[in-house]
């Protein structure tokens, strides 16, 4: 067994949760995991019942932090939700692309330096995949847990959310009021890191996308010294180019509609964010809002951004080889997969806007534009 395949079995049960918790995937797997998803779908749909209910007992409603944070509240649960319903939708693509990967780790290479190339790349983007689970559940759970304190001692924020059938004698208690925040800490945490779990798991499947881009990479810069043992070495490069192609196309089709989403919540949430920031520039709540509304697109953006750069690559690493050294044959095979590699792969939202950085930076400026403009009108 090679050691990519074993540190990949390793991980699989991890991976096998986040992607069953993105697909709704409960009617088979390990018990111990199918209790978790529900509980925490279980969860969900009981804050986003306590929120709405909160919405409903506003008398005077004013645009203030409670009501702010409310409404960004339900925008991320209504994300949990159409997150996972899109995840069932594509559960087939899913699976497809795991399988795929799955191929990809159980690849044997007979010779040596291609196999160096696929162990390494392989096994650095399991690395970073341990990182990003490790670093982005802590991160989200703590931030969920001091947002609580936030919560419990600034008279500005409140409750974000009503419990029915509660006799008015209980609102006075003291430890009836502290269990309330603390179950309002229950809900936010529950939330964040389901959010972040779905992440990490859309993280693991551009992380493989990437890998096999970069060991694709590696293979077409060792062209002109592999062509010379081995004469099918360049179908083996479009073979591995047509697995490219495939896997970038089934991963932007699994995030199309989700990126979309996400874009446009991460815009309303920079946009009230620094809406607020501008008339309260001391208020901590607003730099986490602002941090939170950023890490909602920003994880795919950066994925996007990676695999566009990396695919335009391809063609410049192809005219650096030596390709007029090559066989008449060779020559042949060689200009198709120079037509392959100029075609442009993106992800895209809602299959029509680019997924990137640019796509991020240009939210964000739009939102600060709107904000300004929001706070010139109401002086």
């Not at 019942?49 to 919405?55: D, E």
């Not at 159409?82 to 795991?98: P, T, Y």
């Not at 964040?192 to 499947?205: E, R």
């Not at 089934?250 to 809406?275: H, R």
Request: charged content about 20%; some cysteine; aromatic content about 14%.
């Amino acid at each position: 067994m090679s050691p990519q395949l074993e540190e990949f079995l390793k991980a699989k049960p991890r991976i096998d949760f986040l992607i069953a918790h993105l697909t709704l995937k409960v009617a088979s797997g390990p018990r111990k995991d199918r209790f978790i998803i529900l509980l925490v779908v279980f969860l969900n749909i009981l804050f986003i019942f306590f929120v709405f209910l909160h919405l409903m007992h506003f008398e005077n409603f004013e645009l203030n932090f409670n009501s702010l944070i409310t409404f960004l509240s339900i925008g991320g649960l209504i994300n949990y939700g159409f997150r996972m319903l899109a995840g069932l939708i594509n559960r087939q693509k899913f699976e497809k692309l795991l399988k795929n990967i799955s191929e990809m780790y159980e690849e044997q290479e007979e010779d040596e330096e291609l196999g160096r190339i696929l162990k390494k790349h392989l096994m650095n983007s399991l690395k970073l995949l341990q990182f990003c689970d490790r670093w982005g559940i802590r991160m989200f759970f703590i931030g969920g847990f001091l947002c609580t304190f936030q919560f419990r001692f600034n008279e500005d924020y409140g409750l974000m959310y009503d419990l029915p059938f509660i006799a008015s004698d209980f609102k006075d208690n003291f430890l009836w009021n502290n269990f309330l925040y603390i179950l309002q800490a229950l809900f936010y945490i529950n939330l964040a890191t389901a959010l972040i779990s779905f992440d990490v798991g859309i993280v693991f499947l551009g992380l493989q996308v990437i890998a096999e881009i970069n060991i694709l990479s590696d293979n077409i810069k060792l062209l002109n010294e592999k062509v010379k043992t081995d004469t099918k070495f360049l179908r083996k490069v479009i073979k591995k180019h047509c697995s490219v192609i495939e896997n970038v196309n089934l991963l932007s089709d699994i995030i199309s509609e989700t990126s979309f989403y996400q874009l446009v919540l991460t815009f309303i949430a920079l946009l009230f964010g620094m809406t607020f920031l501008i008339s309260y520039a001391t208020g901590i709540t607003n730099y986490i809002i602002i941090m939170c509304g950023g890490s909602l697109s920003l994880p795919i953006c950066l994925l996007g951004e990676i695999i566009k750069n990396k695919i335009d690559d391809l063609s410049d690493i192809l005219y650096l080889t030596n390709w007029y050294d090559l066989s008449l044959e060779n020559q042949k095979t060689f200009l198709i997969v120079l037509g392959m590699v100029q075609r442009e792969y993106r992800l895209k939202a809602a299959g029509m806007y680019d997924v990137n950085l640019y796509t991020f930076v240009q939210i964000f400026k739009i939102a600060f534009s709107y904000s300004a403009l929001l706070y010139s009108l109401s002086q």
